[in-house]
């Protein structure tokens, strides 16, 4: 069951879900908006000539940082980019969250989560985003503008383990900034 606009502030007040900085302009019927944070990761396609899921990424990727919020980013036509948001979220063990698209982004062509758009119950981050512009013009993206929303879910049950338990390997927990991949973490070789 999603989360109402009402059922929102409720959870919020009862430290059930988190929004930090909490700005209730932007709360929605039943979602609240996120705002694009400053930092962006792209891939050095010059640097590597496949990328392999049992391989770490990072290396191969540089970190763009936008100083101010005049600074922008631009998406070039069927380029990919990581960004991160600006708002730091997360959801206790009773519920989920998923992160969308904002429709008016949608009809320039940006797709803002690739596949990945479900935070898990007991996690709390500033999200990493997967963005992709499908249409056939660049596309600028400016620190703090509106880039996606986020739908609560109650859970029938509180989850029995939560994201961050040391037994699942979450990899994603309590992040701050924008983050690569970490499939390689999945394969038996590589993990420690």
């Known amino acids: 069951m999603y989360l109402s606009d009402v059922d929102i502030k409720a959870a919020l007040s009862a430290g059930e ?15 609240y908006d996120v705002l694009l944070g400053n ?13 392999d899921p049992k391989q ?12 101010n919020e005049n600074d922008y980013f631009v998406l070039h036509p069927g380029e990919f980019a990581l960004a991160v948001t600006d708002d730091f979220f997360g959801v206790g063990p ?6 969308m698209g904002k429709s008016s982004l949608a009809r320039l062509g940006l797709i803002i989560h690739t596949t990945a758009g479900f935070v898990d ?8 985003l997967e963005l992709f512009n499908t249409n056939s013009m660049p596309i600028k993206l400016y620190p703090k503008m509106k880039i996606a929303q986020i739908a609560f879910c109650q859970l029938k049950s ?21 983050q690569a991949s970490k499939m390689a ?8």
């Open 158 to 178: 509180p989850a029995e383990k939560q994201y961050g338990d040391p037994s699942l390997g979450s990899k994603y927990f309590n992040n701050f900034s924008v």
């Open 94 to 99: 009773q519920y989920c969250l998923n992160i």
């Open 17 to 31: 879900i988190i929004i930090e900085n909490f700005d209730p302009a932007r709360l929605q019927p039943a979602s």
């Open 185 to 192: 973490e999945n394969f038996p070789d590589n993990q420690e």
């Open 56 to 67: 770490p990424v990072a290396e191969y990727m540089t970190k763009i940082t936008l100083e």
């Open 121 to 128: 119950p007991g996690n709390k981050l500033k999200a990493t």
């Open 39 to 51: 930092e962006f990761l792209v891939f050095d396609k010059h640097k590597v000539e496949i990328i």
